[in-house]
């Protein structure tokens, strides 16, 4: 291990906002130094998981290493926010994301049984509905911003028919959504936060009133399985409280709408970068479900967590003091060529695809997985299904497309398209006008 000012190529160190936009280059600068690196963060020690079997191994020690990120980098926090929205909403909300176990555990379980297979398989077909209607907007002028004009808006959309948001509602939903989400991704000034607050005190009573509504005159979606949903945490079943309630639908909307988003625009990245790929995966379910899974290990959408020390330990051959601050790198480890042959090639032929990290890992994987491969998978078929020649617009390169996010959140600032439209096949009109 090597400590210090870690820096990247560019000279930035790792917690430099450059680097954590497109952190690649820091990666395969200091993969030799091995799976454990020490980051510079002032007075805090603090270290980098960066090999793929370190972070497997940090993933299945919880007795060691805690998901709460205590004293963890946090931008826009603000005290006077945080106070809004204890007064104008209901405050923050526990994430299962932050949690240990039995804690954990016990959210766990009912996130999994809210998320159970027969309802996110019914979803297959809505998510198919939206995709079109979202593509037909923009399919004849032979252009878009697809983050913009694709992947927000479906993201958004799949997360609100899952809960039971009224079609209605959806332009409160998505400003809300955007909301929630922007102070995760941008550096905000106080001014900035407070609005954000006062959008996120909104979608909290708007949650709460749907969740009442919804104990008396139940419907068949998410929001109404929340409301009747039970945890254990000990004392027998008892009813979810308000406030955690809250917690899920929050965080079903952060995973939901920021990550899937993210996923969906660095694939299609892909796409244009490799359009032989697309020649060969088009019409192809089973290969576009193959090109979705490398997507995702190749540019991880979501790449570190945090977790603390919680006592005195000896990791990789890396003494690590209690309350020392690590960050796990899913991104790192999808690129370790221990585990993937030639990680810096794009290989949807790959053995064991899903053995990436693209959904974290262990305990604490995504528990919306199955809906986000769903979301990936149904897009890419039919983008490429309606669209040839899939390319940057004159006068933009690969290069020039820039990453936006964080420690944790990972994506594109936008992505401007041109390519041709494909008319339907006879058999796709035919189960076009079938429904």
């Given at each position: 291990?090597?400590?210090?000012?870690?820096?990247?190529?560019?000279?930035?160190?790792?917690?430099?906002?450059?680097?954590?936009?497109?952190p690649?280059?820091?990666?395969?600068?200091?993969?030799?130094?091995?799976?454990?690196?020490?980051?510079?963060?002032?007075?805090?020690?603090?270290?980098?998981?960066?090999?793929y079997?370190?972070?497997?191994?940090?993933?299945?020690?919880?007795?060691?290493?805690?998901?709460?990120?205590?004293?963890?980098?946090?931008?826009?926090?603000?005290?006077?926010a945080?106070?809004?929205?204890?007064?104008?909403?209901?405050?923050?909300?526990?994430?299962?994301?932050?949690?240990?176990?039995?804690?954990?555990?016990?959210?766990?379980?009912?996130?999994?049984?809210?998320?159970?297979?027969?309802?996110?398989?019914?979803?297959?077909?809505?998510?198919?509905r939206?995709?079109?209607?979202?593509?037909?907007?923009?399919?004849?002028?032979?252009?878009?911003?697809?983050?913009?004009?694709?992947?927000?808006?479906?993201?958004?959309?799949?997360?609100?028919?899952?809960?039971?948001?009224?079609?209605?509602?959806?332009?409160?939903?998505?400003?809300?959504?955007?909301?929630?989400?922007?102070?995760?991704?941008?550096?905000?000034?106080?001014?900035?936060?407070?609005?954000?607050?006062?959008?996120?005190?909104?979608?909290?009573?708007?949650?709460?009133?749907?969740?009442?509504?919804?104990?008396?005159?139940?419907?068949?979606?998410?929001?109404?399985?929340?409301?009747?949903?039970?945890?254990?945490?000990g004392?027998?079943?008892?009813?979810?409280?308000?406030?955690?309630?809250?917690?899920?639908?929050?965080?079903?909307?952060i995973?939901?709408?920021?990550?899937?988003?993210?996923?969906?625009?660095l694939?299609?990245?892909?796409?244009?970068?490799?359009?032989?790929?697309?020649?060969?995966?088009?019409?192809?379910?089973?290969?576009?479900?193959?090109?979705?899974?490398?997507?995702?290990?190749?540019?991880?959408?979501?790449?570190?967590?945090?977790?603390?020390?919680k006592?005195?330990?000896?990791?990789?051959?890396?003494?690590?003091?209690?309350?020392?601050?690590?960050?796990?790198?899913?991104?790192a480890?999808?690129?370790?060529?221990?585990?993937?042959?030639?990680?810096?090639?794009?290989?949807?032929?790959?053995?064991?695809?899903?053995?990436?990290?693209?959904?974290?890992?262990?305990?604490h994987?995504?528990?919306?997985a199955?809906?986000?491969?769903?979301?990936?998978?149904?897009?890419?078929?039919?983008?490429?299904?309606?669209?040839?020649?899939?390319?940057?617009?004159?006068?933009?390169?690969?290069?020039?497309?820039?990453?936006?996010?964080?420690?944790?959140?990972?994506?594109?600032?936008?992505?401007?398209?041109?390519?041709?439209?494909l008319?339907?096949?006879?058999?796709?009109?035919?189960?076009?006008?079938?429904?």
């Amino acid at each position: 291990m090597t400590s210090g000012d870690m820096a990247s190529e560019s000279g930035a160190p790792f917690l430099d906002p450059t680097t954590l936009a497109d952190p690649y280059p820091f990666y395969a600068a200091h993969r030799g130094d091995g799976p454990v690196v020490a980051v510079n963060n002032g007075a805090r020690e603090t270290y980098l998981v960066t090999g793929y079997a370190a972070v497997r191994d940090v993933l299945a020690s919880p007795e060691i290493f805690s998901s709460k990120p205590e004293g963890a980098p946090s931008i826009n926090f603000y005290p006077s926010a945080e106070a809004l929205l204890k007064e104008k909403g209901f405050g923050r909300t526990p994430l299962i994301i932050a949690m240990d176990p039995p804690r954990h555990t016990a959210h766990r379980a009912v996130t999994a049984k809210l998320l159970r297979d027969k309802r996110v398989h019914k979803m297959r077909g809505e998510i198919r509905r939206v995709a079109e209607s979202l593509i037909a907007e923009f399919q004849a002028a032979g252009r878009c911003e697809f983050v913009r004009d694709y992947a927000w808006r479906l993201s958004v959309l799949v997360i609100a028919d899952l809960l039971g948001v009224d079609r209605d509602r959806i332009d409160d939903f998505k400003r809300w959504s955007d909301a929630w989400v922007r102070p995760l991704i941008t550096p905000l000034t106080e001014a900035e936060m407070l609005d954000c607050i006062g959008q996120m005190a909104e979608l909290q009573h708007f949650l709460v009133g749907e969740i009442e509504a919804r104990k008396t005159a139940p419907r068949d979606d998410l929001l109404s399985d929340i409301a009747h949903a039970t945890i254990d945490l000990g004392a027998g079943e008892m009813p979810l409280r308000q406030h955690e309630q809250l917690g899920i639908c929050e965080a079903l909307m952060i995973a939901g709408n920021d990550s899937t988003a993210n996923a969906l625009s660095l694939g299609m990245l892909r796409l244009v970068e490799f359009p032989e790929v697309a020649a060969r995966i088009r019409g192809d379910m089973k290969l576009v479900e193959q090109f979705a899974e490398e997507s995702l290990r190749y540019e991880a959408a979501v790449q570190s967590n945090f977790r603390t020390v919680k006592e005195d330990t000896e990791f990789h051959g890396v003494a690590m003091k209690k309350g020392a601050l690590v960050f796990v790198s899913w991104g790192a480890a999808n690129r370790d060529a221990d585990t993937f042959a030639n990680p810096e090639h794009f290989d949807i032929n790959r053995t064991a695809l899903k053995t990436h990290l693209g959904f974290g890992g262990g305990t604490h994987s995504c528990a919306g997985a199955a809906l986000a491969r769903q979301e990936l998978a149904e897009s890419y078929d039919l983008l490429l299904r309606r669209l040839a020649n899939i390319r940057l617009q004159p006068g933009w390169t690969v290069s020039d497309i820039k990453r936006t996010g964080g420690i944790v959140t990972h994506g594109l600032a936008m992505l401007p398209l041109q390519f041709e439209p494909l008319a339907l096949a006879a058999d796709e009109q035919s189960a076009n006008a079938a429904e």
